[in-house]
């Protein structure tokens, strides 16, 4: 299992993930704001970050990404877009702003653990190859109306 990175400013949506990803055997990692999330990307190069659009601070999800993918050293980082932001231009953006996949909120916990394991596989098949990480269909945003409540906390 991986090293996620937590990117996500409501606690109760926070706990829920973290719960869900530690079950799962991942090393959580977590902030609310974006300029602490570039600061462990930098430091702690996770093997995934998973991002929430709207977050406390200055900074939204967005510029993170985008921070993200300018940084050579982040670059390749695989980024899974969590929302409640569900219109088609928010996905639009998020994947222009260079993220992987991206998931609508409220998220089942099978949707999360998925769309987490299909991009940490990806990023270790694809290291070395030319190009970052293709868009991951399991996380396409085809159902907005997914199952019960959102899944995942730990201070880096």
């Known amino acids: 299992m991986g090293v996620v990175l937590v990117v996500e400013d409501d ?8 719960t ?9 990692l977590m902030t609310g704001e974006g300029a602490a999330a570039l600061d462990i990307v930098a430091r702690r190069l996770p093997d995934l970050v998973l991002l ?4 406390a601070g200055s900074m939204t ?21 969590v929302s409640g932001w569900t ?3 928010d996905v ?18 099978a949707d999360l653990q ?11 098949t694809s290291s070395g190859a030319g190009s970052p990480i293709a868009s991951a269909s399991a996380t396409a945003p085809a159902d907005h109306g997914r199952s019960p409540r959102p899944p995942g906390r730990e201070s880096a």
């Open 52 to 55: 929430d659009l709207s977050l």
């Open 61 to 81: 999800g967005l510029d993170v990404c985008r921070a993200i993918r300018a940084n050579p050293a982040t670059a390749r980082i695989p980024v899974l877009v």
């Open 11 to 18: 606690p109760i949506n926070a706990v829920l993930t973290e």
């Open 114 to 124: 998925s769309g987490v394991k299909e991009l940490i596989d990806r990023a270790a």
């Open 20 to 28: 869900v990803l530690r079950r799962d055997g991942h090393r959580v």
């Open 87 to 89: 219109f088609e231009s």
């Open 92 to 109: 639009a953006a998020a994947h222009a702003a260079g993220a992987d996949g991206y998931l609508a909120k409220p998220i089942a916990a």
